[in-house]
């Protein structure tokens, strides 16, 4: 099974949304975060579908890939699992270097908040990246489903009524 770059999302998001999304229960199609953030990728650079590449490889599909310049470009609502958004693009630049394609970077990109963010590849980077991959295959492949963490982010995500029914509330 390839990792993907949500496989890469979700283990810096949340666990047990990791082993869900991977074990078959997907919710994306259920929640209105997800589709406002997709109609924010969709809309927010229209002229990119013509100007970038998509680029599929090794499990992962890039939107937005130039490749004269090697930037992968990652258009996200909000900065509220930035540490998940740089490491997705972090995968990428890794499967981008395991495929002959060195010194590719990425941009980051949120519209709504009109900010941009560079990312570059690191001394380091390909063992970090390596240790998730590592670690995503542990947990994805576990019997059970993880506990339940609660997180500050748990109301927004698709799989909220999931995880937290059954569960009183405060």
């Excluded at 998509?54 to 900065?79: P, R």
């Excluded at 630049?93 to 709504?112: F, Q, R, T, V």
């Excluded at 590849?121 to 489903?145: H, M, P, Q, S, Y």
């Excluded at 997180?151 to 698709?158: A, E, V």
Aim: with cysteine; aromatic share 12%.
């Amino acid at each position: 099974m390839f990792i993907t770059g949500t496989h890469i999302a979700y283990y810096h998001t949340c666990h047990r949304k990791l082993w869900l999304y991977a074990n078959g229960i997907q919710m994306e199609h259920t929640s209105e975060t997800v589709a406002e953030g997709k109609l924010i990728g969709e809309t927010s650079y229209a002229e990119r579908a013509v100007k970038y590449t998509e680029l599929a490889i090794d499990g992962i599909k890039i939107d937005f890939y130039d490749a004269k310049n090697k930037v992968v470009h990652e258009v996200k609502k909000s900065d509220k699992v930035e540490q998940a958004h740089i490491a997705q693009v972090k995968y990428y630049l890794y499967i981008l270097h395991k495929n002959g394609i060195d010194d590719a970077s990425a941009i980051i990109e949120y519209p709504k908040m009109r900010q941009k963010q560079m990312i570059g590849w690191e001394e380091g980077d390909k063992a970090t990246v390596e240790f998730w991959v590592e670690e995503i295959r542990k947990l994805i492949n576990l019997e059970t489903c993880p506990p339940l963490v609660k997180l500050k982010i748990c109301k927004k995500c698709s799989y909220y009524d999931f995880c937290y029914s059954g569960e009183v509330l405060e």
